[in-house]
């Protein structure tokens, strides 16, 4: 079954993955909410009522581990972040009908009201289970509190998900070696009782769902490996303070063989609150305008239009846990998922321990406006790839595209009419432009439905690309006195098209496209037109415009880059006394807890065993789908190695070839993201930092 194109006459609601409420933000975060934003816009502009919300995601344990090593409470730790974002996201445009978050009474009564439901509808049940534990703490070890090996692809994993790895949800008890991330203890398995969601039971219902499912072919495809085996069931309530209680009276009891706790303790885990807040923000939204503006139960629970913007990290927890969440509580199902690619700075992984991003307030203290981030973001490639940011490509785009293209159009084309018209000129539209724009609305519409907001972006620019040919081809400035009626039918069209990219554009760049729909005349905000203004006749008259895009010199790009090398090398000096969040296990260079030696020594023989080469790096190249997987090839000089490395974050890929590197060469074979690993690259420390020879080794010879 294939869902009816945009623009239905449902109401849709745009989502966007909730951030967590532990750090300030940096533009790389930014590109989420940007493509939601502009994918929301479009569909607008398609005449599709639309609702965009989302919200903080206030629980979890990153919140609570943070808010711990802040010395402050997690509700007052969450709230202040909340705040931050709700008022930096209209900075960049990003305007939605309702940001909540997911500590509010709405959504603790809505979660508490789908959980009551799956429980009553008979997909809920209790179960005995192995949880990890500090036994010198006395504490249960949820989710990032414990850290271990994952089971599925012995790489380091937090409680909750092999992030570093594999990428799976890990259940709790399932991680190996566990380890308290708070005190370094070993942890203990202990035994508890836990509700759990029937997840298994969805099995036939997800794969139908997953045929019916649009969006990006991330999202579409991923998950289908993940049903196609057993789908497990999935525990949904964690032993400790922050967080939603379970709804009924009857709270699980922890069992005998366990002091820890007397089970008051359990909440919700995060991952069943968080994407209900999409449905309390929804409700929010229609308790401000009312049912008859925005009907929230009717998208939610009959047919509305269900877009999840995310980040690709978090697939499988809208394509599997959610819809089956939202089936089993009699919801309706989401239409789409839109996943995006990761994005990098510079070719590395951005890292807000050592400082190594773009702030999203630094951007906007640079003076730029944010319509140019909005560009960059949305267009610099499709949605669901990875995408890089340097400033000297960010001043390419602006200066090449939007000054270039966009700007320098509209602005001599309206300057023109404006200085011999005073307006628009006397005359029709000429067949030719107006098919033109037509075709570029058909490619805007054609973008929307196939949820790409870089073809949205494209449909516009290549317009103004046209319009560029068009006005220097026919040069008008030299018809005004020889022919007048031929220069006037040349700017005519000249000024439509310029209207057309002012509403085709309006959803990558709201601001600046603002700003173009006032120079030809237009009546009230082009945020309230659809696409069938970009045809409508321009005023008459109308006043001088001026230039909507400013050039980025190249002094610029240089300072703004040594600018990001100064703070980088401050942090790395300053070492770890800024306590600040952070946004992941890998980049946390600054000052590394040293681990203790190991207390048992082995013989030459056991250390003889290890098969240790050198090898030239031949080639680099990311992993599609794997954040911080890298496939190398490596000579070992005997042969050549495919070995899979956990680096591309880490390292510049494309300036590894060449590299002399240590390969333990006899590990056993293993398979990651479906890529053979013939081996290991050795490398020390969390950034990675590969071993190499000083001298002349050749590849293949033996390290002794
Ligand atoms: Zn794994």
């Not at 836990?194 to 969805?202: D, L």
């Not at 839109?338 to 003076?367: H, P, Q």
């Not at 600054?590 to 031949?618: T, W, Y």
């Not at 001298?695 to 033996?702: K, T």
Request: aromatic letters at 10%; glycine letters at 8%.
């Amino acid at each position: 079954m294939s869902h009816e194109e945009f623009p239905t006459d449902r109401p849709a609601v745009v989502t966007c993955g909730l951030p967590y409420a532990n750090g300030d933000l940096h533009i790389g975060h930014l590109r989420t909410y940007v493509g939601g934003d502009v994918y929301t816009r479009a569909l607008r502009k398609l005449g599709q009522e639309t609702a965009f919300v989302s919200g903080s995601d206030m629980h979890g344990t990153p919140v609570a581990v943070n808010a711990e090593e802040a010395g402050v409470s997690p509700e007052e730790f969450a709230l202040e972040w909340h705040e931050t974002y709700e008022e930096t996201f209209p900075k960049f445009g990003v305007e939605f009908d309702n940001y909540g978050h997911t500590h509010d009474e709405t959504n603790v009564e809505t979660t508490k009201e789908i959980v009551r439901t799956l429980d009553e509808n008979g997909h809920v049940y209790e179960k005995e289970i192995m949880v990890a534990y500090d036994p010198a703490e006395d504490q249960s070890l949820p989710d990032r509190y414990v850290e271990g090996t994952c089971p599925y692809c012995g790489a380091t994993a937090r409680g909750d998900e092999c992030d570093e790895g594999c990428g799976r949800h890990l259940e709790p008890g399932e991680i190996e070696d566990p380890r308290s991330t708070i005190t370094g203890n070993p942890a203990e398995y202990r035994e508890q009782t836990h509700k759990f969601f029937r997840v298994s039971a969805f099995q036939d219902y997800l794969s139908e769902f997953l045929d019916r499912l649009e969006g990006t072919a991330n999202a579409r495809n991923q998950p289908r490996e993940w049903i196609e085996g057993e789908l497990r069931d999935w525990c949904i309530t964690r032993d400790m303070d922050w967080g939603i209680d379970y709804p009924d009276g009857e709270e699980p009891r922890s069992s005998e063989n366990t002091e820890s706790g007397d089970g008051s303790d359990l909440v919700l885990y995060v991952w069943v609150d968080a994407p209900i807040e999409y449905v309390s923000s929804t409700k929010q939204y229609t308790e401000r305008v009312g049912a008859d503006v925005f009907d929230w139960e009717g998208a939610w629970k009959d047919d509305g239009d269900i877009v999840h913007v995310i980040g690709r990290d978090i697939i499988q927890h809208h394509t599997v846990f959610w819809p089956a969440m939202l089936r089993g509580a009699d919801y309706g199902e989401p239409r789409a998922v839109m996943a995006s690619g990761f994005i990098t700075l510079n070719g590395k992984g951005f890292s807000t321990s050592r400082n190594r991003a773009v702030w999203a307030d630094e951007y906007l203290d640079e003076g730029f406006d944010p319509d140019l981030l909005r560009y960059y973001l949305a267009t610099n490639g499709g949605f669901q790839q990875d995408v890089d940011f340097s400033w000297e490509r960010f001043r390419e785009r602006v200066n090449n595209e939007l000054v270039g293209t966009v700007g320098n159009f509209a602005y001599r084309s309206l300057l023109f009419a404006y200085r011999e018209f005073g307006g628009t000129p006397d005359a029709d539209l000429s067949s030719e432009v107006r098919d033109r724009i037509e075709d570029a609305i058909d490619d805007f519409t054609a973008a929307v439905n196939d949820y790409s907001v870089r073809d949205a972006g494209d449909a516009a620019v290549s317009l103004a690309a046209f319009g560029n040919e068009y006005i220097q081809q026919n040069e008008p400035w030299n018809l005004v006195d020889e022919d007048p009626e031929r220069a006037a039918q040349v700017l005519r069209d000249c000024v439509q098209v310029a209207k057309a990219v002012s509403v085709l554009f309006a959803p990558v760049a709201p601001g600046t496209c603002e700003r173009l729909w006032s120079q030809v005349g237009g009546d009230g905000s082009v945020h309230d037109v659809t696409v069938e203004a970009a045809l409508s006749p321009p005023a008459a008259e109308f006043d001088e415009p001026d230039e909507l895009y400013e050039k980025i010199p190249e002094e610029r790009v240089e300072e703004l880059n040594a600018k990001l090398a100064e703070r980088v090398e401050a942090a790395d000096d300053g070492a770890a006394d800024d306590g600040a969040a952070d946004d992941g296990a890998a980049d946390d260079g600054a000052a590394p807890d040293l681990e203790p030696l190991e207390p048992d020594r082995i013989g030459f023989e056991e250390f003889q065993d290890l098969d240790m080469r050198v090898g030239e790096i031949l080639d680099a190249e990311g992993i599609e789908g794997a954040d911080k997987l890298a496939r190398l090839v490596v000579d070992i000089g005997v042969e050549e190695r495919q070995i899979v490395a956990g680096i591309k974050q880490l390292h510049d890929l494309d300036s590894l070839p060449g590299t002399r590197v240590i390969v333990l060469a006899n590990l056993e074979q293993a398979e990651l993201f479906g890529v053979e690993s013939n081996g290991m690259v050795l490398a020390a420390g969390d950034e990675a930092a590969l071993l190499t020879t000083v001298g002349d080794a050749v590849p293949g010879e033996r390290v002794r």
